[in-house]
């Protein structure tokens, strides 16, 4: 079936300092989504991207959508403790979506 | 307005028992969704209905049922639980079938020993 695969899979990283992360697919997407799910909860849409080339921001953290419409790219800027969770991408397939593997970000003060 | 509600948050089940996780919606979404998150392997779908009556497997599917018989619930069903299923469980709603509306529950964290 279609994967998507995030990196990386984890991050440690000091409050203050920019993140980066990317997901790549096997498959052409029409829609990019990145969600982020706080411990013990469900996913809660951030960012969705509709066309190649798009660059969306939501605050601190900024997405672009790959022209290649085979990957997307999320960044945070000046992390805070807050941003400590995994951070899914997920692609649009027809009515459903298929998400990445997660990457998991890890803030120290 | 609730949401997406899923119960029980947390469960053990013996192998070969069987039992029922609950979703259940108060927002008139048509499409529902369970799926299942593994360690370091997000989310896989197991099923997914679009409407009352009509449901279709997703990535995931064996050793799982559900029924779709009202828009507010979508219940999903472990006949003979495996360790294989041990796993996080999240149910997510939407109405229109598009990423930018999906709402997820909490989450059932299912344990099977």
């Known amino acids: 079936g279609q994967q998507l695969n995030q990196s990386p899979q984890s991050m440690f990283i000091q409050e203050g300092e920019d993140v980066s992360m990317n997901c790549t697919s096997s498959?052409?997407?029409?829609?990019w989504l990145w969600y982020k799910q706080d411990p013990g909860e469900g996913p809660v849409l951030l960012i969705a991207l509709y066309k190649a080339g798009e660059l969306t921001s939501n605050g601190r953290l900024t997405a672009q959508f790959g022209i290649t419409r085979k990957d997307s790219f999320l960044n945070i800027s000046a992390s805070i403790p807050s941003d400590v969770g995994i951070y899914f991408c997920a692609g649009q397939d027809t009515d459903k979506l298929i998400f990445g593997t997660g990457t998991r970000l890890q803030v120290f003060p | 307005n609730a949401g997406v509600t899923q119960t029980p948050k947390f469960r053990i089940l013996k192998i070969g028992q069987s039992m029922t996780l609950q979703c259940t919606q108060d927002?008139?979404?048509?499409?529902m969704y369970w799926y299942r998150q593994d360690p370091g392997m997000g989310l896989k779908l197991i099923y997914y209905?679009?409407?009352?009556?009509?449901?279709d497997k997703g990535e995931v599917p064996n050793g799982y049922n559900v029924s779709r018989s009202t828009t507010e619930d979508f219940p999903l069903r472990l006949e003979l639980a495996a360790p294989s299923q041990t796993s996080v469980y999240f149910c997510?709603?939407?109405?229109?079938?598009?990423?930018?509306?999906?709402?997820f529950g909490s989450g059932t964290r299912l344990t099977v020993v």
């Open positions: 927002m008139n979404h048509n499409y």
């Open positions: 209905s679009v409407g009352a009556g009509i449901t």
């Open positions: 997510a709603s939407s109405y229109s079938g598009q990423g930018r509306g999906y709402t």
């Open positions: 498959s052409i997407f029409n829609t």
